[in-house]
């Protein structure tokens, strides 16, 4: 079956403006996960839902970055008033189930934002 | 709070050797551990996934071992190729999602 997808690949937009950016999990994963990528390091977690709820945004670096997830599937993360920043790549993943041991997560090839 | 560590940050070596790259991490209360490939500009492709139960894992020529208790996993690469020239990742799952290392960038030269 398909993976993880996500849409745009890539987005460059102005310093301000407001930016969506869309996951699709792979079918049947209840848990969905976005993280962030910075050049040069690691993924980090940003926000992740189980079902159609947040069970934890800590990883949220401020209120201008927001996620829904409405019907359990799709999800999409909506970044306001972007700024330099926020340039980096915005990787999505999803797993069979988070509360598990075995909660392996398959990521997508992720959405390089730049923001002139 | 997890901090995950990795090294060497980057890593060449003749085509055919044999290699091993580590990852440490500081909390040993975790659930699993995984390790991953990413191919620059792309997304973050599964290795192995072992569980805090287990020791070690392997598929193909990749082996990951997991001593939880010392807080560290390696990852041992046989007969390396020049295909396997990318950025290895290793993450930690506590009670919090992924915690990943910055990556250990390998080449393998023909």
């Known amino acids: 079956g398909a993976g993880v997808s996500q849409t745009p690949s890539n987005k460059v937009t102005e310093k301000g403006k407001y930016v969506e950016l869309r996951c699709d999990p792979i079918s049947g994963h209840t848990a969905l996960y976005w993280y962030r990528q910075s050049l040069g390091q690691g993924p980090e977690f940003l926000i992740y839902?189980?079902?159609?709820?947040?069970?934890?945004d800590s990883g949220l670096p401020n209120d201008r970055f927001f996620a829904v997830r409405p019907e359990g599937s799709v999800s999409t993360l909506k970044i306001q008033r972007t700024e330099r920043g926020d340039s980096a790549v915005y990787l999505c993943?999803?797993?069979?189930?988070?509360?598990?041991?075995?909660?392996?997560?398959?990521f997508g090839p992720g959405t390089r934002l730049t923001v002139l | 709070k997890q901090e995950v560590t990795q090294i060497p940050a980057a890593l060449s070596v003749p085509e055919g050797e044999n290699l091993v790259l580590n990852c440490s991490f500081t909390?040993?209360?975790?659930?699993?551990l995984q390790w991953f490939r990413q191919d620059p500009g792309k997304g973050l492709t599964s290795l192995l996934l072992i569980q805090s139960s287990q020791r070690e894992q392997t598929s193909g020529r990749l082996n990951a071992s997991l001593d939880k208790s010392s807080g560290r996993s390696t990852l041992y690469i046989a007969a390396s190729q020049p295909g396997d020239s990318a950025t290895y990742l290793c993450?930690?799952?506590?009670?919090?999602?992924?915690?990943f290392g910055k990556g250990t960038r390998l080449s393998v030269i023909a």
């Open positions: 993943a999803s797993s069979l189930m988070s509360a598990s041991d075995y909660n392996e997560q398959f």
């Open positions: 839902f189980q079902g159609t709820g947040a069970a934890d």
């Open positions: 909390d040993s209360a975790i659930y699993n």
């Open positions: 993450a930690v799952k506590g009670n919090t999602p992924l915690v």
